[in-house]
């Protein structure tokens, strides 16, 4: 595609539950990152691939946490037994070596109740 | 990572030309100075990236000092769709290196 896809836009979710957010990127990027933005504040690494591999996972909070990319273009998120401090906008972007910079997607915005 | 120290916010109007500089003492030797903009309910959007001197595209103008410690965006003759936040980083390898954001810089251009 021509962008970053990420889906859903929204997700409210009931504490506890398990939720899983996709992200679909620019077709041929090899890396992908997934970020956390909470309200007031710049998006927080959570996870890099390079491939179907997790180069760096140091930014997951908790092992509630994990994320998968096994063809080494769509990623999923996953988050198991949501918190209320989960709630955040959770940013998706993907990016070629030698490229500007990331391409990031429009976020998929989580609430927890 | 070098940590990156900006203005929370800056205010401006339309037709002004806005210069938002950004510190990164410790900025390494293989660090790149990139800076995004970002709107409400979207994802941060690539501006331009430099290494030294001067860079230029369609869109703004980076200044890199001689010793790379700071940096300065600028924005020529804003108008109110460049009200936004805007984040300077220092990383690694051009478009492949996790990225540190700080809180960003909230640009606020008004009539």
């Known amino acids: 595609g021509a962008g970053v896809s990420q889906t859903p836009s929204n997700k409210v979710t009931e504490k506890g539950k398990y939720v899983e957010l996709r992200c679909d990127p620019i077709s041929g990027h090899t890396a992908l990152y997934w970020y956390r933005q909470s309200l007031g504040q710049g998006p927080e690494f959570l996870i890099y691939?390079?491939?179907?591999?997790?180069?760096?996972d140091s930014g997951l909070p908790n092992d509630r946490f994990f994320a998968v990319r096994p063809e080494g273009s769509v990623s999923t998120l996953k988050i198991q037994r949501t918190e209320r401090g989960d709630s955040a906008v959770y940013l998706c972007a993907s990016s070629q070596v030698g490229g500007d910079g990331y391409t990031f997607g429009s976020g998929t915005r989580l609430t927890v109740v | 990572l070098a940590k990156t120290t900006q203005p929370i916010s800056m205010d401006s109007y339309e037709g002004q030309e806005v210069n938002i500089t950004c510190s990164h003492n410790n900025i390494a030797t293989n660090d790149y100075i990139t800076w995004y903009q970002q709107f409400p309910s979207q994802g941060p959007r690539f501006i331009i990236q430099?290494?030294?001197t001067k860079v230029t595209n369609e869109v703004a103008s980076l200044f890199i000092p001689a010793d790379r410690k700071s940096s300065t965006l600028s924005l020529p003759r804003v108008s109110l769709s460049d009200t936004a936040v805007y984040y300077c980083l220092v990383g690694g390898l051009r478009g492949y290196s996790t990225l540190t954001f700080g809180k960003g810089t909230m640009l606020l251009v008004s009539p």
């Open positions: 691939f390079q491939g179907t591999g997790a180069a760096d």
């Open positions: 430099g290494y030294k």
